[in-house]
């Protein structure tokens, strides 16, 4: 009898500890920083045929394409950088089960999974990956790629997402409702916006059954009019190369900070490690940011807190092709080329590191919610 209070004693302060599962839970990372994650790379052996590591060289306007101009995949991969856990498939349960356990020991607690339709590679394990991100208590949201042309089409994928995981213990909320990344928001005109995202739209969102936190990309300077007119609930900056976009510059976030907070927007400064993409990008050498040991990373984070954010986004675990993982990443040699490494510090400094700014975006008191009907 005394053996076995013991053992009820050691499951019960077990099952107390950070990170014990026990089925869907409360979110137990922090759920103020989002991760931008990519599921879609495939191998031979999972799914076979390799997608995604075979990356084509891409062209740019005139400039022509010298020597290769794709990649075979395996040792051989279309990126700067080589994963630890090798050119693996985006479907692997382990793999899947490793990258969610990484970022929840990271203190990340919304994964922003890159939507590009129920029919594309990358949706074909959504649903494990939810189940498993729910027994870890970590959030999904969607970022929704630009393979829509039009509000209808829009209208569609919100709607397919809300039917196929709109009662999921996984799905994350903000204030209540499903947040969206709309990437490359701009493409679609200010009147195709309307249509969705006014109350009084004729193919409006805002519905007890659809509305959502729909959050923009802001990337060029006097994008002000744009964000007033659609009713985007907010917007973001994605990318990770300091400098390439106004949007990207955080010597401009205290400013969109100030201007999102008096027009009852939402602000989301996204920061990288870095950022290399020259092996798919050869002309693209003046976008390159170096890591710098980690410094690169921490001026990112500490540019983004700043500015008081209720969010901050990652850019990203893993998209390898650019070199803006934080995913570890393995020192390789090739006969003829050499990928980039994280120099002296180990594998897992930017998911240790990123733990660290994690708490301390906990730290920062949350932002006033704004009055419905403010937007």
């Avoid at 990356?55 to 080589?82: C, K, M, Q, S």
């Avoid at 709109?166 to 947040?179: D, E, I, S, V, W």
């Avoid at 986004?313 to 998209?319: G, H, K, L, P, V």
Wanted: with cysteine; net charge negative.
């Amino acid at each position: 009898m005394i053996q076995i209070y013991r053992i009820l004693l050691l499951v019960l302060f077990t099952c107390s500890l950070p990170g014990c599962s026990k089925g869907p839970s409360e979110p137990s990372g922090n759920s103020r920083l989002h991760v931008f994650y990519y599921g879609w790379y495939g191998n031979p052996q999972q799914d076979g045929q390799w997608q995604h590591w075979n990356h084509r060289v891409l062209p740019y306007g005139d400039i022509p394409l010298e020597g290769r101009l794709d990649f075979p995949g395996a040792d051989d991969i279309g990126a700067n950088f080589y994963p630890e856990l090798g050119s693996y498939s985006s479907h692997d349960p382990e793999i899947i089960e490793q990258h969610l356990e990484m970022m929840r020991k990271a203190g990340i607690g919304v994964v922003s999974v890159s939507w590009l339709g129920a029919d594309d590679f990358a949706a074909r394990s959504i649903d494990l990956f939810m189940d498993k991100a729910a027994e870890k208590g970590l959030q999904i949201n969607f970022h929704i790629e630009p393979n829509y042309r039009s509000a209808e089409e829009f209208h569609a994928i919100i709607a397919e997402l809300m039917q196929k995981f709109g009662t999921h213990p996984a799905l994350y909320r903000y204030q209540g409702k499903p947040l969206y990344y709309v990437y490359d928001s701009y493409k679609l005109p200010v009147s195709e916006w309307q249509k969705l995202l006014l109350p009084g739209g004729e193919l409006s969102l805002r519905t007890p059954e659809l509305d959502g936190q729909f959050i923009g990309l802001w990337v060029n300077q006097g994008e002000e009019a744009f964000f007033l007119t659609t009713g985007f609930d907010g917007f973001y900056t994605y990318f990770a190369s300091e400098g390439f976009v106004w949007g990207s510059t955080s010597a401009n976030w205290p400013y969109l900070a100030d201007w999102a907070s008096a027009h009852s927007k939402l602000f989301i400064p996204s920061v990288g490690p870095g950022y290399a993409d020259d092996r798919i990008r050869p002309w693209n050498g003046a976008n390159f940011k170096s890591r710098e040991q980690g410094r690169y990373y921490d001026q990112m984070f500490s540019q983004a807190l700043k500015t008081r954010p209720d969010i901050v986004t990652i850019t990203s675990f893993n998209e390898w092709h650019e070199g803006t993982q934080i995913e570890p990443a393995a020192v390789k040699q090739l006969p003829d080329y050499r990928y980039l490494d994280y120099g002296d510090l180990p594998g897992d400094y930017y998911l240790k590191r990123t733990l660290d700014w994690s708490r301390k975006l906990s730290a920062i008191p949350l932002n006033p919610q704004p009055q419905e009907g403010s937007r």
